[in-house]
């Protein structure tokens, strides 16, 4: 069974205090790794699909990457504004729907 | 190019009340998934559907149900309403279904008494 687990579930950082969030995975055939980001009461907002381990991909102060097991989301520098809950997801190689993880609430603090 | 839309943006019913919601996919995109999010339990899957058809299911009773259009819009219906209904109900498009990338609406606030 593919399984998502992000971690840690909550992460407060200070402005300008760069950090990782994790997303490991397990999955019959990786075909696609998603990073959403979510504010509260909001539909997801996509930043990123990674296809294949090595991959990278950055918008502003986020970076995704990608290995045979598991992505993180490098932040740089964090602002205030970036704080949301950031949620993981995979698609394996059939034609099945994508496993979300549970997310990492991210608050960052002025 | 306009985003996923959903209406409506809230809703409250009680108990036992039926409830349908619609969702229009961005331009183009063929396949709608609907996902419940509730704070224990997260995202979870409803059912996605392709031109028409229903693609994957989750693991939701048969109170809930879907269907979509031949312009791709579609709408899900939820009958005899529990308290555990409550929830932010997020629909998504893609242009093909999985592996595509997902594009979320802002989702429908129902709440149930």
Request: positive net charge.
């Amino acid at each position: 069974e593919d399984q998502v687990t992000q971690s840690p579930e909550a992460l407060r950082l200070q402005e300008g205090e760069s950090s990782s969030l994790n997303c490991s995975y397990t999955v019959s055939g990786l075909r696609g790794l998603f990073w959403y980001r979510q504010d509260p009461g909001k539909g997801p907002e996509f930043l990123f699909t990674l296809y294949s381990a090595g991959e990278e991909k950055e918008k502003e102060r986020l970076k995704a990457t990608l290995t045979k097991k598991e992505s993180f989301l490098h932040i740089t520098a964090p602002k205030p504004e970036d704080s949301a809950t950031y949620l993981c997801a995979v698609a394996n190689s059939g034609n099945t729907p994508l496993v979300f993880g549970k997310g990492t609430r991210l608050s960052v603090i002025a | 190019k306009a985003g996923v839309t959903q209406t409506p943006r809230y809703l409250i019913k009680t108990r036992g009340q039926q409830v349908t919601l619609s969702c229009s996919p961005i331009s183009g995109h063929r396949s709608v998934s609907w996902y419940q999010q509730t704070p224990g339990q997260g995202l979870q899957f409803l059912f996605e559907y392709f031109s028409e058809t229903q693609r994957n299911k989750g693991n939701f009773p048969g109170r809930f149900s879907g269907r979509q259009f031949s312009n791709s819009r579609s709408e899900m219906n939820v009958s005899t309403l529990e308290l555990g209904d409550s929830a932010l109900y997020l629909c998504a498009s893609s242009r093909s279904g999985t592996p595509d990338t997902q594009y979320f609406g802002p989702g429908t606030r129902l709440t149930v008494l």
